[in-house]
């Protein structure tokens, strides 16, 4: 049972550079969200989905774009790479409401110089 | 701004004692909570979740405490155990099913 499962682990960007971290679960979970993990911030919420083909804006989305065309998956795109967008990157996925009982991902530590 | 807190950035507690662990909210709207422990290199772990129309609620060595008239959660763990080093995050929903953290507690375990 592989839950929720994040590539890649760690990666390293160059200042307006993109790139997109993959998300996907196995669960047929129909939420699913990505949150960033700063020192001292804990989680904030970046976007969210509440099941296919709809997504919505958290609490910093500014930056990143999502998608989710499948049940499955639910990758975040950084449009153009910020040193303040460095970070460890969190996906989660649950049965009912947006975290509610969420399964989490290992996260991608991801640095931008 | 709405916000979730926790009193005491870290905790040290003695290997089979009870640890407590808590935080404030500020949002008497809040629904739903839920506590998270997250090891180090991990992704947060669900540990145990309240309604807002509960004051306790248990689960296997831990207990959750709902004080709505202050606005005040906390995570009860006992006979700790060197497997609970981590950091404990709580966690709010407030309507639009949006979750919020607190900054997290690190509780370390003392031998």
């Known amino acids: 049972n592989a839950g929720v499962t994040q590539t890649p682990k760690f990666q390293v960007l160059k200042t307006g550079q993109s790139m997109t971290l993959q998300c996907a679960q196995d669960m047929n979970h129909e939420y699913m969200s990505w949150y960033r993990q700063d020192p001292g911030m804990g989680l904030r919420l970046i976007h969210y989905?509440?099941?296919?083909?709809?997504?919505d804006q958290g609490e910093v989305p500014n930056g990143y774009n999502v998608s989710r065309s499948t049940t499955e998956d639910f990758p975040l795109r950084l449009l153009s790479a910020a040193p303040s967008q460095t970070s460890v990157y969190f996906c989660?996925?649950?049965?009912?409401?947006?975290?509610?009982?969420?399964?989490f991902g290992q996260g991608t530590r991801l640095t931008v110089v | 701004g709405e916000s979730v807190g926790l009193h005491l950035p870290t905790l040290s507690v003695q290997e089979g004692d009870n640890s407590i662990i808590n935080c404030a909210y500020s949002n008497s709207a809040s629904d739903y909570f839920i506590w998270y422990k997250q090891e180090s290199g991990k992704g947060p772990q669900f540990i145990i979740d309240i309604r807002s129309n509960m004051d306790k609620r248990q689960g296997q060595r831990v207990t959750v405490l709902l004080n709505k008239t202050v606005k005040h959660l906390s995570l009860q763990i006992a006979a700790t155990q060197p497997g609970d080093s981590a950091v404990y995050f709580c966690?709010?929903?407030?309507?639009?099913?949006?979750?919020?953290f607190g900054t997290g507690t690190r509780l370390t375990i003392i031998p």
């Open positions: 989660a996925s649950s049965y009912f409401d947006v975290g509610t009982e969420a399964f």
């Open positions: 966690a709010e929903i407030f309507g639009n099913e949006k979750l919020t």
């Open positions: 989905s509440v099941g296919a083909g709809i997504t």
